[in-house]
């Protein structure tokens, strides 16, 4: 589904390389969870991928389902099934939680050859997925995360989710200030919507994020490279012995 090869990724502004030759290859209905230390890299590999401005590719490819994606506009990876959910989702005062959400699966359903989704049509589905999920229908009619809670953030980036029904999705998780309500319903909106054609790519410094979501490959990265790969145990590991140690065994 998702496949990043040699991926090496410098600041525009500064001579400064962040990521230094990244190799992951989620598969589709796979769950791959990203631990690392602060400042390894893990928020750059999703700027990047979400085609954020400020870095440079300077060798490397990423492609989803096939197609080189790092040549897209950010609009075109979203059409083309990537979804990203950051560690500091960005506020849209004056701009309808409802309305944003209408655009965004429109233009993608627009980009993908489809019929635009009346709003009455529309309601009815974000109705119908945010009860599923057990979320307030009420935060829809707030602006775009403006005065939401962390929990409440959470909470839209999966309703998102859920509504664009994305090929990949990657999420970039907070490590503070979740409770354990909202890390649970990260953890059961990512299982809700585990499926066989659809990727995940979740980074986390929480194993306990990871009892609840299960991942089936767990990486590690440092210094902006994977050092380690493998299965949940390794979260474990992590979790018991710290990074140094893995630095020390990999080194
Ligand atoms: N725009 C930028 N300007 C300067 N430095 C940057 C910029 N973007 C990233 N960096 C640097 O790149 C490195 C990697 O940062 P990144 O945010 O990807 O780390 P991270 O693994 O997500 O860390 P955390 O676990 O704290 O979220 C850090 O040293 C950071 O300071
Ligand atoms: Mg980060």
């Known amino acids: 589904m998702l496949e990043i090869k040699n991926l090496q990724v410098k600041l525009e502004e500064e001579d400064k390389q962040i990521l230094k030759g990244v190799d992951l290859t989620v ?25 954020r401005d400020g870095y440079e590719v300077t060798d490397g490819t990423a492609t989803l389902a ?10 075109e990876r979203a059409a083309a099934g990537l979804f990203l959910a950051f560690q500091y989702p960005v506020e849209i005062p004056g701009v309808g939680n409802m309305t944003f959400m209408r655009t965004a699966v429109n233009s993608q359903r627009k980009a993908r050859g489809q019929e635009e989704m009346s709003s009455t049509d529309f309601l009815k589905l974000v109705r119908e997925k ?12 707030r602006p775009v995360n403006v005065g939401f809670s962390g929990g409440e953030k959470k909470r839209n980036e999966i309703l998102q989710m859920a509504m664009l029904e994305p090929k990949m999705c990657i999420l970039d998780e907070t490590d503070s200030g979740l409770d354990v309500d ?50 949940p145990e390794l979260a474990l590991e992590v979790e018991k012995n710290g990074y140094e140690h893995l630095k020390e065994e990999v080194a």
Not at 39 to 49: A, I, Q
Not at 185 to 190: C, E, P
């Open 130 to 141: 945010a009860k599923e999920l057990k979320i307030d229908a009420d935060m829809l009619k």
């Open 27 to 51: 598969e589709a209905g796979k769950v791959h969870a990203i631990m690392g230390p602060n400042g390894s890299g893990k928020s750059t590999l999703s700027y990047v991928l979400s085609g």
């Open 66 to 75: 096939g197609e080189d994606i790092l040549d897209m506009e950010p609009e």
């Open 182 to 231: 909202a890390m649970r319903l990260v953890a059961d909106g990512v299982n809700a919507l585990r499926d066989e054609g659809r990727g995940f790519l979740v980074i986390t410094h929480y194993q306990r994020l990871l009892d609840h979501i299960q991942p089936d490959v767990v990486h590690i990265m440092s210094n902006g490279r994977i050092i380690k790969t493998g299965g």
